[in-house]
């Protein structure tokens, strides 16, 4: 089920208003979808979600959702009294399950203990629990990183280990940034063209290079 980004995940935003213009949102998505394929953009998924405008209760607005990794860029279109509205937010989102996998860790952690003691005596067990243990989780956050990306989310949202285990297993670097980056700029160009094309052919002005920026976060943070 696709997840809905907080506040506190979105990396960069972006939007403008097109005043006094017209066009179908469902028109713009599939331009945009085509955009991209063009592009090639790597271990990208394409989708729709719908998000609710407020509470449970409340209507909902469809969203192109381009996702690749730990990041998902959200699209919006639709239309706003005479004009057309479009925006896009990329996101990391988090998980909300750390405390649930800093109890499984511990629990985990103390089986482990048990069962080495239980095996090999105390001093011996203590002694290949201290060594074993770390290694079998290195191990395995290694071959889980193999295997699908963002798999270890609770592990980062951990209470007080979860810092600990991002700064030793998934450090940001040049190139995790570079990446990011560049899945950003591949989408919004994509978003830009559609927008450009979509003003050129009905005579509207074309938008300024300062509208065309977006609103930036820190990537290192993320």
Not at 7 to 31: K, R
Not at 78 to 96: E, K, Q, V, Y
Not at 187 to 196: G, T
Request: one cysteine or more; charged letters at 20%.
């Amino acid at each position: 089920m696709a997840q809905q980004p907080s506040p506190t995940d979105v990396i960069s935003h972006w939007y403008t208003l097109i005043e006094n213009f017209s066009a179908s949102s469902l028109e713009f998505y599939t331009s945009v979808e085509a955009a991209i394929q063009e592009r090639q953009v790597p271990d990208c998924e394409i989708s729709r979600v719908d998000w609710r405008e407020g509470g449970v209760l409340s209507a909902k607005r469809e969203y192109l959702r381009v996702t690749r990794g730990r990041y998902v860029f959200d699209i919006c279109a639709a239309p706003f009294g005479t004009g057309f509205f479009i925006s896009w937010w990329l996101a990391s989102p988090g998980s909300s399950l750390g405390p649930l996998a800093l109890l499984l860790l511990i629990v985990a952690v103390l089986l482990l203990i048990s069962l080495s003691m239980n095996t090999f005596g105390f001093f011996m067990g203590l002694v290949i629990a201290l060594i074993g243990i770390p290694f079998a989780f290195w191990l395995f956050v290694t071959l889980m990183k193999e295997a699908k990306e963002g798999w270890d989310d609770p592990l980062v949202a951990m209470p007080f280990l979860g810092h600990i285990y991002e700064r030793v297993f998934r450090p940001q670097t040049y190139y995790k940034t570079d990446t990011a980056l560049m899945f950003q700029e591949a989408i919004r160009n994509s978003v830009l063209e559609v927008v450009d094309g979509l003003t050129s052919a009905k005579g509207v002005r074309a938008l300024t290079e300062l509208e065309r920026k977006p609103i930036l976060r820190e990537f290192s943070r993320r």
